[in-house]
């Protein structure tokens, strides 16, 4: 299989809120998006982070239990972690904490010889940053 990329396509409670806080906190930039027919809600976003992109929309609970995703606030808790590999953990970290970020797991120098911590964003999507140590 090539040309294969893997593109976390998040579900938020308000696309246009998310959007602003990724931009703020990691550097994302908006490629494109898609409003829903009811004009309040995104249909689809496409951000581009680092090389990377980043894919997310609003909940649409009206299309049933199998087409209906929800948010993390809403199901109680993230089921899984999106990592950021960066070469300054600090400052990154520090930059996610100013846009609202949560403290999960403090940032620190971790036994395995990565500086690692992890943040829930205001959307309930939990992200873990990682770098060199720091001396």
């Given at each position: 299989m090539s040309n294969i990329a893997l593109v976390p396509h998040l579900v938020v409670s308000d696309g246009e809120a998310a959007i602003a806080f990724y931009e703020k906190a990691f550097g994302a930039r908006l490629e494109a998006k898609h409003p829903a027919d009811d004009g309040k809600?995104?249909?689809?976003?496409?951000?581009?982070?680092?090389?990377?992109?980043?894919y997310l929309h609003d909940e649409f609970p009206e299309y049933g239990e199998f087409g209906g995703a929800k948010a993390p606030n809403r199901l109680g808790g993230a089921s899984c972690t999106l990592h950021l590999e960066v070469t300054?953990?600090?400052?990154?970290?520090?930059?996610?904490?100013?846009?609202?970020?949560?403290?999960?797991?403090?940032?620190?120098?971790?036994?395995?010889?990565?500086?690692?911590?992890?943040?829930?964003?205001?959307?309930?999507?939990v992200w873990s940053i990682g770098g060199p140590l720091k001396e």
């Open positions: 809600r995104l249909m689809h976003a496409h951000l581009s982070l680092d090389g990377g992109a980043l300054d953990a600090d400052t990154a970290w520090a930059q996610a904490q100013a846009a609202g970020a949560e403290v999960l797991m403090p940032l620190d120098n971790q036994f395995w010889g990565a500086r690692y911590g992890q943040l829930r964003d205001p959307f309930g999507h």
